[in-house]
């Protein structure tokens, strides 16, 4: 065999098949190549009888420096890497060639091989049936996914059986908290139709982060309680040890690696809403699930039956909405209908959304928004909320705090910066509110938008009395319809003569 020496056996083993054999066939059967057959033809000395081989080539070039200089760098600095000693030999002896990088590597390879540090052992684990289920968040943000043409920061929340690799997936707009966690776990549960004996995360570390003392414990409560509802145990891998998640940890890479090769087939990164990249999403888990289809029918039946119903998978906050016609929550500010000035409001913050009570009573859902990386607040704002009092001032367009989020499309963002460009900024300011004012009225939000737009293309300014007339009649000016209702002794006449001719 290459790289081993020729064995007194196998010599002996050789000259007794080579009296029966050709010499090709007995160097096979030997285990030795035709050139070392012919070799030993010329010379039938045993191996052990021929004189020992001779040593090196040539010089070794770390024969002065390796135990002298080497060996201590290895000794104080366990974890250091061959790369840095080659250049740091290479600083300290200008005269050494560049090309002993190899040699240096493979002989402090060997060195840590015999005299160093015992490494860390993974053990690998037995799973059974509907005992174990992970969870764990992934970033996405090297897929380069746009929604609308807009880049889309988010994570993916992966749930998997450890068993059977059922997977389920659900994309989260923020990052890790116990709101994404609850929910993406119970969508999980529930689309598998049962709940495992344990659940393992990763301590939630991101979502711990930057909480204080009372927060944390009251995230952790809050979790314990999230799964003792579904009756599973919570448990939790040693923080920075990934290893210990290994039945996830390696599923998000052939998950991301599935979802960008579906990308490349579909010949674009980008959707048209949310709700498109979510069933993009949904369908590749869907595939893989049918995939291990039968072991997952096979796990099913290990599975704790879930509760009635769903836990909650929000937080709930009470705020006051300012006279600034709205409120602030986590670095964003919301606007609502001004009629709710004063009022104090219940919130629950999902994700993806947040839900706006007063009292028991439902009133909207918000979209929700996160504040900047650099510490600057975002803003969440409806113009509807808003343009009943933005008509009585509309000077206050030119200086608002959220300008840029109060147009509901970019049409309308285009023309404001056209009329400012052409126009006195009052006039301009006007002009732009009555556009808004003719959407929320008229309901034509995206039919003006268009229409903006070929304005513009064409050069020209938009003619607010002609816009107007286009979109339909001034609701001021309908006709008031007047209905008289009918006299009821008229039903009694009817049922009465009804009546009569059943008897007849």
């Known amino acids: 065999m290459p790289g081993r020496h020729v064995t007194d056996h196998q010599m002996r083993l050789f000259m007794k098949l080579r009296q029966e054999h050709t010499t090709e ?26 004189q020992k081989a001779r040593g090196r080539r040539r010089p070794d070039p770390l024969e002065h420096i390796f135990d002298a200089e080497v060996v201590p760098l290895l000794k104080a600095a366990p974890g250091i890497r061959a790369v840095a000693i080659y250049e740091e030999m290479l600083r300290r002896h200008p005269d050494l060639s560049e090309g002993i990088r190899r040699t240096l590597e493979r002989r402090i390879r060997s060195w840590r091989a015999i005299h160093g540090e015992e490494q860390e052992v993974i053990f690998r684990q037995l799973h ?27 994570l993916l929340y992966h749930f998997r059986l450890a068993w059977s690799g059922f997977e389920h997936a659900h994309v989260i707009l923020g990052g890790e908290s116990f709101v994404a966690l609850a929910e993406g776990l119970q969508n999980a549960l529930w689309s598998l139709g049962g709940a495992p004996l344990y659940h393992r995360s990763d301590s939630l570390s991101a979502a711990f982060r930057n909480l204080s003392a009372d927060a944390k414990e009251d995230l952790t409560h809050r979790y314990e309680e999230l799964c003792a509802h579904y009756r599973m145990t919570p448990t939790r891998n040693n923080k920075g040890v990934a290893h210990e998640n290994g039945a996830i940890e390696s599923a998000h890479g052939h998950l991301k690696d599935a979802i960008r090769d579906a990308l490349l087939m579909r010949g674009s990164k980008d959707f048209d809403d949310l709700g498109a990249y979510r069933a993009f999403i949904d369908e590749i888990v869907s595939r893989h699930n049918a995939n291990h289809g039968k072991r997952i029918d096979a796990e099913r039946p290990h599975l704790q039956e879930l509760p009635d119903r769903r836990t909650s998978d929000f937080e709930e906050v009470v705020v006051n909405v300012s006279r600034t016609g709205g409120f602030t929550l986590r670095k964003v500010f919301y606007t609502v209908p001004s009629r709710l000035i004063g009022h104090r409001l219940r919130v629950r913050l999902f994700d993806d959304r947040l839900e706006v009570f007063v009292g028991g009573t439902q009133l909207m859902t918000l979209p929700r928004g996160r504040g900047h990386a650099d510490g600057r607040h975002d803003q969440v704002v409806n113009y509807r909320h808003v343009i009943h009092s933005l008509r009585k001032k509309p000077m206050a367009l030119l200086n608002l705090v959220y300008r840029d989020k109060l147009f509901p499309r970019q049409e309308y963002r285009r023309t404001f910066d056209v009329l400012m460009e052409r126009l006195p900024d009052r006039q301009a300011c006007k002009i732009t509110v009555e556009l808004l004012a003719l ?65 007849a």
């Open 128 to 154: 059974e049936p509907g005992r174990l289920g992970l969870s764990d968040f992934t970033d996405m943000s090297s897929l380069g996914i746009t929604i609308a043409g807009q880049p889309l920061d988010h």
């Open 25 to 50: 066939v007995a160097a096979a059967k030997a285990s030795i190549s035709r050139a070392t057959a012919y070799r030993i033809k010329k010379n039938p000395d045993l191996p052990s009888q021929k």
């Open 439 to 503: 959407a929320h009225d008229r309901g034509c939000e995206r039919e003006l938008a268009e229409q903006l737009a070929e304005i513009l293309d064409a050069g020209d300014l938009p003619d607010i009395a002609a816009l107007r007339t286009l979109f339909g009649p001034d609701p001021a000016r309908l006709p008031t319809v007047s209905v008289q209702l009918a006299c009821l002794n008229g039903y009694e006449a009817l049922i009465g003569t009804a009546y009569t001719g059943e008897v």
